[in-house]
């Protein structure tokens, strides 16, 4: 039989793509295929003031023209967050309007972008995550070349979060976390090892948007660790608050009979943190492994239970393990003979 494991989803799986808008095709002859990455839902909060759409928005889907163009936006926005950006242009098939840092000239190194034809009356743009100085513009796209005919400043200022959670939890103990912050699409709490300074490779997380406070499971391993607020966005994921936490091991015992006979059932009664998923199972003994167990049950039932012996005479070893992010872990073991 296989036991399934409770399994959570990395944000490197998290990996998160979250938000994140891949470079266009630089090769002007290139067809470009719209990113839907580049337009996400608006953010919950921090967004910036609406622009007003102008007259002599062009939907030209015929040969590339060049023409005058405008872009109308907010001269203030807070990181991550959405704005709505105001044209008028030719609207070329493959006209955009960007998000470059503040002086760029070149029609590449786009943080994020939106093309005219997807941005009828508006342009919905979201906000890096880095506090700066940029510009959005209009990129006229001929076929042959690309020209910027507008641009429009934008200020971007830093946002503040905070996290409220328990200073220390037992492994596999679900929490509850209060936080405060930008509340964008993609922005999350997550856990990982104290000192750890990647964006990612998380031990376990919880989008804020699933709620506040955020309800997340303690690692499995002991130890210290560091809960974190992250803000998801154009150019990169930021770490906007953190907090420590320590995870404890919890205390698990087994009582069993010394020795059984070869494929009997024999009664095992235990303690232990009762999570969801926590098992006890018998292996070789010596066995580091926490998988390919010859017998089993799961611990959401009664303080004791039955484990069937193999039918080969031999050593063997009944375990207590904890199922939690991170990886299961052995919190009690006792010897068993098999004869």
Not at 183 to 189: E, I, K, L, Q, R
Not at 214 to 230: D, E, F, N, V
Request: neutral net charge; proline residues 8%; glycine residues 12%.
């Amino acid at each position: 039989m296989i036991r399934t494991a409770l399994l959570l989803a990395g944000c490197a799986a998290l990996a998160l793509t979250l938000g994140c808008t891949p470079k266009k095709d630089e090769t002007p002859n290139a067809a470009a295929t719209p990113d839907t990455a580049s337009s996400p839902a608006p953010a919950s909060s921090g967004a910036a003031g609406p622009a007003t759409a102008a007259a002599g928005q062009g939907q030209n889907a015929g040969t590339p023209i060049d023409g005058e163009a405008t872009v109308t936006a907010p001269a203030t926005g807070v990181v991550g967050s959405m704005i709505e950006v105001g044209w008028t242009g030719p609207g070329n098939t493959s006209d955009y309007i960007d998000l470059v840092p503040r002086g760029n000239t070149q029609t590449s190194g786009e943080i994020t972008y939106a093309y005219t034809r997807d941005a009828i009356p508006v342009a919905k743009l979201r906000l890096p995550t880095n506090a700066g100085e940029y510009d959005v513009r209009y990129i006229l796209d001929l076929g042959s070349e690309r020209k910027v005919k507008a641009t429009a400043p934008v200020t971007v200022s830093a946002a503040e979060a905070s996290l409220t959670g328990p200073p220390r939890a037992e492994a596999g103990e679900p929490m509850t976390i209060a936080w405060t912050g930008p509340a964008g699409t993609g922005d999350y709490v997550d856990i990982v090892r104290a000192g750890h300074s990647e964006t990612s490779g998380e031990v376990t997380y919880a989008y804020t948007r699933d709620g506040n406070p955020a309800t997340i499971t303690a690692p499995g391993k002991a130890g210290a660790y560091q809960i974190r607020y992250l803000l998801e966005g154009p150019g990169g994921r930021k770490v906007l608050a953190t907090a420590p936490l320590e995870v404890t091991q919890p205390a698990a015992t087994l009582k069993a009979p010394d020795s059984v006979s070869k494929g009997a059932k024999f009664k095992v009664e235990w303690t232990g943190p009762k999570r969801r998923g926590d098992y006890v199972d018998l292996v070789k003994r010596g066995s580091k492994e926490t998988s390919g167990e010859l017998s089993y049950f799961y611990t959401d039932r009664d303080s004791s239970s039955e484990l069937t012996a193999p039918a080969a005479a031999g050593e063997y070893e009944i375990r207590y393990l904890l199922e939690a992010p991170g990886g299961r872990v052995v919190l009690a073991t006792r010897p068993i003979s098999v004869r």
